[in-house]
């Protein structure tokens, strides 16, 4: 565990170190028993947070987002191997080149076992792993009193106490259980899990930044050896290649029958402009739903997932040259929604390129939470 913010931590498994093996078991009761590899979850390099207990409720003993420390690298691992799973679906669609669409056919088959997992059956698994620590600690406890009262140096019966203490946080208790799978489950209305759940397409972005960041080194934020980490995550040199297995062939084909049938329908003047939402929640979704009767002409779409955006963005994307104008006037409308002194301040259009991928009459509206809730009023 690498510190890389305060309250963020670089994990990692040597590979070539097999007596540091980190996983673990479902239970025989279990409905995820067999279920995954060798019978077992084994995580991979991440960043972790710890548990997802709100920051108001750490100073309670048995609530502390590292009181259960390797449940919670289970737990997160879930997360990131789904988002991995999810990300190589995205990049065999919508991947700018050859090599990208290969990277998203590895990682879906890669990560094939967490991809039809849901966030409750994530919640479910931290359970089963939070009810094994606290076992585990009652009988680490019980040893530790065994060799408390056989010890008669009373410098090392201190330590062992102290050793002890340490425990406590951990100890069997179904109100701590209850709570650390609510924290995480799809019932919780504190958004936190549910959040980092649905946001599937910036993990390894996340480590290509860090990777490639040179200020952070040379200022002393991060070390040269955890870039080193973070770039073999991003580039992934471990995962081997698929020959043969006609994967990409498949989605190279429904990309170019995606193509031909948008240039049919736009060379017989029937292709409608669409308007996606990428959005941060779902009431900023509703919020521009609600308007999109003042975009008659274009057909105003939900995306499939939930972004993460900063405050104050309002950004309408645009692909295809020809479309610049249109994305000029869909910016003019959303800004004209707002009240006098309401506008943001740096609402703008950008150009963006997939690559070879076709997508005329094609535009992604970003807005943050924060704006959105300005046009409710």
Known sequence: MVPVTPNTFFFYRPKDQDDVLFSFEPGEKSRFRGRFPGDRITPDAMLTTG????????????????????????????????????????????????AAKAKGVRLERDYAVYGSLTQDDAADIYAECIRSVMDLTTEMGNDLNMLIAKNENPLAKARLEELRESLKPAKKSSFWLWAHRW?????????????????????????????????????????????????????????????????????????????????????????????????????????????????????????????????????????????????????????????????????KIVKRSDGGLYRPKHFDLHISRDVASRLTR
């Open 183 to 347: 924290f995480t489950s799809e019932g919780c209305w504190i958004p936190t899990a549910k959040k980092t759940w649905q946001s599937q397409h910036d993990d390894l972005g996340l480590y290509e930044l860090l990777a490639r960041s040179d200020a952070a080194v040379e200022k002393g934020y991060m070390s040269k050896w955890l870039r080193k980490k973070f770039k073999a995550v991003y580039e992934d040199p471990m995962r081997g290649s698929l020959p043969g297995d006609g994967k990409l062939a498949g989605v190279d084909d429904a990309v170019k029958a995606g193509t031909a049938a948008l240039l049919q329908k736009q060379q017989s003047n029937t292709l409608r402009p669409r308007i996606y939402l990428e959005v941060e929640d779902q009431a900023s979704q509703e919020i521009m739903l609600a308007k999109a009767n003042r975009f008659p002409k274009l057909d105003v779409i939900k995306d499939k997932n939930f972004s993460r955006l900063g405050t104050g963005v309002l950004v309408v994307y645009y692909y295809a040259s020809e479309d610049g104008a249109m994305a000029e006037n869909i910016l003019k409308t959303i800004t004209e929604l707002f009240s006098e002194g309401q506008q943001p301040p740096e609402a």
């Open 51 to 98: 548990a997802s207990v709100p920051r108001s409720l750490w100073k309670i003993p048995g609530l502390s987002p590292f009181d259960y420390t390797r449940s919670a690298l289970i737990h997160d691992w879930l997360f990131e191997a789904k988002h991995r799973y999810e990300i190589g679906k995205w990049l065999q669609q919508a991947g700018v080149n050859e």
